[in-house]
T-cell receptor
């Protein structure tokens, strides 16, 4: 079985400050990890993924995430938050060798204050 | 990246009527598509996996007769909510896998009055 934990329902950060949205996972075998962003009444937009290679993955809109195998984590980060980054963020995992259906975390609402 | 188009984006219907939601992969073929339901401020709940040329696979607790899924071609899957009731009001999202990624439609906000 595979699972994703996003321990924070909401993250608040001031504009210009660095942000981190946490994600830990559990999966059999090697993980494929993803971050998506959702704006109100919209579908999910792909931000970045880790499949293999460098543990630090850079994605869209200045976001990056670090794959940490020992801590089974894939935290999303951005050096300087923008008000427009305020949205709902989902972490997802699937096994490289198992089901191709990703499992999503419950989502973290990011609020960036001006 | 690949594009998945979902239509309509918003629909209001009366109780007892049926509503059809379409999901199209615009620039790639998708033998499989996923249908999710999302409650307010909640994660996505996988409802079913749509398979081109065969029956859909429903998740436990999802009523097959209520949520009819048809994967008519390699680029089109439809979800029909039959005899809709207010409790069916929700945000429905489709997704199609391509390679290691999944691409999502824009979502459909269904309101049953």
């Amino acid at each position: 079985a595979q699972s994703v934990a996003q321990p924070e329902d909401q993250v608040n950060v001031a504009e210009g400050n660095p942000l981190t949205v946490k994600c830990t996972y559990s999966v059999s075998g090697n993980p494929y990890l993803f971050w998506y962003v959702q704006y109100p009444n919209r579908g999910l937009q792909f931000l970045l993924k880790y499949i293999t290679g460098d543990n630090l993955v850079k994605g869209s809109y200045g976001f990056e995430a670090e794959f940490n195998k020992s801590q089974t984590s894939f935290h999303l980060k951005k050096p300087s938050a923008l008000v427009s980054d305020s949205a709902l963020y989902f972490c997802a995992v699937r096994s490289s060798g198992g089901s191709y259906i990703p499992t999503f975390g419950r989502g973290t609402s990011l609020i960036v204050h001006p | 990246g690949a594009v998945v188009s979902q239509h309509p984006s918003r629909v209001i219907c009366k109780s007892g009527t049926s509503v059809k939601i379409e999901c199209r992969s615009l620039d790639f073929q998708a033998t499989t598509m996923f249908w999710y339901r999302q409650f307010p401020k909640k994660s996505l709940m996988l409802m079913a996996t749509s398979n081109e040329g065969s029956k859909a696979t429903y998740e436990q607790g999802v009523e097959k007769d209520k949520f009819l899924i048809n994967h008519a071609s390699l680029t089109l899957s439809t979800l029909t909510v039959t005899s809709a009731h207010p409790e069916d009001s929700s945000f429905y999202i489709c997704s199609a896998p391509l390679g290691t990624e999944a691409f999502f439609g824009q979502g459909t906000r269904l309101t049953v009055v």
